[in-house]
């Protein structure tokens, strides 16, 4: 390893601390991409769908972003019934776009040293 890939790694070292490692689990990344994917909002069922985890696993998790202030729920009307569905909120976006650009780092500095 030269002086330039310490750097490099010191960086995303460095980086990594911005990040708020509360969200650094792989069941809260994928909720906060599928909130920012599907701009309407995502139902709890949705949520049971594309994750296949217990009630009370995304229940905690959901509930744990809510409470970071990256979701938001709100109730809307659908066919004369009330139901919840689950936003990203601005800080949300934040944080998913330091994560994202966070793993693009690690991948290029991997990709960097491949033939070291």
Known sequence: MNSDDSIDLNKIILKS?????????LIRIIILLLTYYIKDGVQYR???SFLDISDGKLHSN??????MGYLRKTEV???QKSLHI???TQLGKKELEKIISWISNIKK???G???V
């Open 113 to 115: 040293n491949e033939d």
């Open 86 to 88: 689950y936003l990203i």
């Open 109 to 111: 500095f991997i990709r």
């Open 46 to 48: 949705e949520f049971k």
């Open 62 to 67: 959901l509930e744990i972003l809510e409470e």
């Open 17 to 25: 601390r911005e990040i708020n490692s509360r969200v650094i689990k």
């Open 77 to 79: 009307s659908l066919d």
